[in-house]
């Protein structure tokens, strides 16, 4: 109802009109149209003018009220509704929260507030802006939503009203200080018989605006139903906004959620509201179980909060999609945009269809961090989380940094596997973007993190640095994993991109038993870029392919791996092999890029490639491009591509060669082969069957003239270098299958020799 209203007069130093003498009572109208036309004057209605309180006296029930007394004369007048508004200070404190309409088209509940300031007159006042205008005064007021809305006949008796819209905050006061994501109106004595149900709700002076399509309408009732409106809606100070619903037909009826959240009884998930309610159902402390029981359209939910943002992030959760999809899933939040925001828990079994996010960081459809550390470096207190059998498909993930397709980080003991990405772009404006995670664990301790058993496919993954087809940065360990599709980064970058088919950067870790056939592109300037891996810095992968192609500008670049570094533990690659050809400016290898120097051993052993090599410049390898390490050993290794080709060919600059082109002299090869038929563009091209001499700290590399390279000659630049290169053994007649099974005597149990070329048995 309209409660008491305000006019409280001021004295002032201001010259004004005359006012006539003091009368026994003194009118104020509520205008015709706006948000006041909806109101009258009730039996309880009170003035103020000065310091004087006056009650209403005549015109209860109307617009036009007479009230009782006469106030004090004043040059200007200070008006304001109701009784508790005083100053500005207490108009904008003024709350509209906790509405409840009593009766269909009953506006006696609405709390109205008015504040006209410096007028000249309280004579025949109006509560209008074009009177307070009239008497040189100004004029204030906050807003009313008008609703007629015809509903289905079986919504019954009507409980409430509820308004929210996508990224909306609703101001519960005048000031906008106090907000809400939703603005409801408690109904009584409402039935859908009565058709259209009218029903008003006060809102705050704060004018907001809602983009079309994203305002919805909730009605609950015996049967509850909702809609999202199509128009763009504007509510706030002096506007009656009017919401019109005719048809009866465009609600869609609530679902009623079943089950009690406990493993035994889990919240049964069958219609969109069902996931917007599951924030509020999740329970601090505890795990909350949901099952899914059909496929869910989210094009209706709009505004999504991820549902544990919170430190210490212990809203735990079991969610079991059951081979059910849901789809148009959108998240825009600030904070770990995505589903769950931060995992803990347990998902397994949902599909997620044509998902949209987009976020500041740690950005994924499922999660931004699956699991987190709540203690420190020293005292981990883990939140854990498992995911399997998770699809996101046909899907758009963009961050700021640590973008995933499914993830942006795990940051825990955690466990994901079986988890399938596909048809999806994943875009960092920075770095760590993967098609499944953008970083697996964390870069100074380990978490013990495991991927297992997961596919990126034909993803489109982009940033800055670090960027792979899988996995943007690995610290943990992965096994059974592809990836297919297209990476690249976004920006020249004179230092390590590293930029890989399936892992783009992997320290201190392990790969086994995967694969990429993923195109590794960077049009700009950026080293370290590998068709399997970027830049590998310690740890062992194994049993492991690539077969997509590497096309670079810079250098660093390789059909398997960019660069090689092993400053803190060692670094091993063994049996894995690569197919896709290589193209950059310099120190680019069919297999690997570079080996740098690094105190800790890199060991490549029974691996080969098959990708044709080529170099606008120079430092151009069959295998290795450039290899610089005191305490590097390549065993039983083949460069079978059919072709190495150097773009720059003279001793003044870096050597090319068919196995290793510029190769640190006192460094370990041991029966390491090149294709016979192999066509070489190079200073030195040895004859078809040539076989260069193994090297190794006691058998110094052979150079062109037939002589060996010193370690000191090759430490001080001296003595033929930078012309060093090593162009392998040969055995002709042999296909790389009967050489790698015979004279290199690779495993059969791991190696498949049916065909030319070996290939890894599953």
Not at 136 to 163: C, E, H, K, W, Y
Not at 489 to 509: D, F, M, N, P, W
Not at 514 to 528: M, P, W
Request: overall charge negative.
């Amino acid at each position: 109802m309209l409660a008491a209203a305000v006019i409280s007069a001021s004295c002032s130093e201001k010259n004004g009109p005359d006012e006539p003498k003091a009368k026994a009572g003194f009118k104020v109208t509520l205008p015709s149209d706006g948000p006041l036309g909806v109101c009258r004057w009730n039996e309880a209605a009170e003035i103020r003018v000065g310091e004087g309180v006056f009650k209403i006296k005549e015109g209860a029930g109307s617009s036009a009220g007479v009230f009782e007394g006469t106030p004090a004369k004043d040059n200007y007048y200070t008006i304001a509704y109701p009784a508790a508004i005083t100053n500005t200070d207490t108009y904008l404190a003024y709350s509209v929260d906790g509405q409840a309409q009593v009766g269909n088209g009953s506006a006696a509940h609405l709390p109205w507030t008015v504040l006209m300031e410096d007028v000249t007159s309280c004579k025949d006042v109006t509560l209008s802006k074009e009177w307070a205008g009239a008497n040189q005064g100004s004029f204030r007021s906050n807003g009313v939503v008008a609703m007629n809305l015809t509903l289905p006949a079986d919504a019954g008796s009507i409980s409430s009203i509820v308004l929210e819209a996508a990224g909306t905050q609703f101001p519960l006061d005048n000031a906008g200080n106090v907000k809400d994501g939703k603005l409801t109106l408690v109904v009584s004595d409402v039935t859908a018989g009565a058709q259209p149900i009218k029903a008003y709700l006060a809102v705050s002076e704060k004018t907001v605006d809602i983009e079309a399509n994203t305002l919805k309408i909730s009605v609950m009732g015996a049967k509850s139903y909702y809609l999202t409106l199509a128009e763009a809606v504007k509510m706030g100070g002096g506007i009656l906004t009017e919401i019109s619903v005719s048809d009866a037909s465009a609600w869609t009826a609530f679902v009623p959620l079943e089950g009690k959240g406990t493993q035994a009884s889990p919240y049964i998930l069958s219609a969109p509201e069902h996931l917007a309610a599951m924030g509020d159902l999740m329970v601090e402390g505890e795990t909350t179980w949901f099952q899914m029981n059909a496929d869910i359209d989210m094009a209706g939910i709009t505004g999504w909060t991820p549902l544990n943002i919170l430190t210490p992030y212990n809203k735990a959760i079991h969610f079991d999609g059951k081979g059910h999809t849901i789809s148009n899933f959108s998240c825009e939040s600030g904070i770990y945009p995505s589903f769950f925001g931060v995992l803990n828990g347990t998902v397994k079994d949902v599909v997620f269809e044509g998902a949209t996010i987009a976020g500041s960081g740690k950005t994924g459809v499922v999660a931004g961090y699956i699991g987190t550390n709540i203690g420190t470096k020293e005292a981990p207190e883990y939140v854990t989380a498992t995911v399997s059998g998770v699809t996101v498909q046909n899907s758009t993930v963009t961050a700021d940094s640590y973008a995933g397709g499914l993830a942006g980080q795990v940051y825990s003991p955690s466990t994901i596997t079986g988890c399938v990405v596909k048809n999806t772009k994943i875009s960092s404006s920075s770095e760590r973007a993967g098609g499944l995670i953008g970083q697996l664990g964390v870069t100074d301790f380990p978490v013990n993190a495991n991927v297992s058993d997961c596919a990126a496919e034909n993803v489109e993954v982009e940033a800055v640095k670090n960027v792979g087809g899988l996995i943007g940065v690995s610290y943990n360990n992965i096994s059974g994993c592809t990836a297919s599709g297209h990476v690249t980064h976004t920006e020249a970058y004179s230092k390590e991109v590293s930029v890989g088919g399936l892992i783009g950067h992997l320290e201190r870790a392990n790969a086994s038993g995967c694969s990429a056939s993923t195109k590794v592109e960077i049009t700009l300037q950026g080293r370290s870029i590998g068709g399997f891996v970027g830049t590998f810095k310690g740890g062992k992968i194994e049993r492991c392919f690539s077969t997509g192609d590497v096309i670079g500008t810079h250098r660093n670049n390789g059909g398997f791996v960019g660069l090689v570094q092993a400053s803190a533990v060692s670094a091993t690659i063994e049996n894995c092999y690569c197919t896709g050809n290589v193209s950059s400016l310099a120190y680019m290898g069919g297999f690997a890029g570079l080996i740098d120097g690094q105190p800790e051993a890199v060991n490549i052993t029974n691996c080969y490639s098959s990708g044709k090599v080529n170099s606008s410049s120079f430092g151009a390898g069959g295998f290795i491009g450039f290899q610089s390490s005191t305490v590097f050993k390549a065993i039983g290794c083949a460069a079978w591509g059919s072709e190495l080709k150097a773009g720059v060919c003279g001793a003044d600059n870096w050597s090319s060669a068919a196995f290793s082109a510029v190769t640190y002299p006192l460094s370990t090869i041991t029966n390491c082969y090149r294709n016979p038929a192999m066509a070489i563009t190079a200073f030195w091209v040895p004859d078809a069957s040539y076989s260069h001499p193994d090297v190794s700290p006691s058998s110094p590399l052979i150079k062109q003239d037939g002589t060996p390279s010193k370690a000191t000659a090759a430490a001080s630049g001296q003595d033929g270098w930078p012309q060093f290169a090593y162009h392998g053994k040969v055995e002709a007649g042999k296909t790389l299958s009967q050489l790698a099974s015979t004279t290199l005597g690779w495993d059969s149990s791991v190696w498949d020799f049916s065909g030319d070329t070996p290939v890894l048995k599953k």
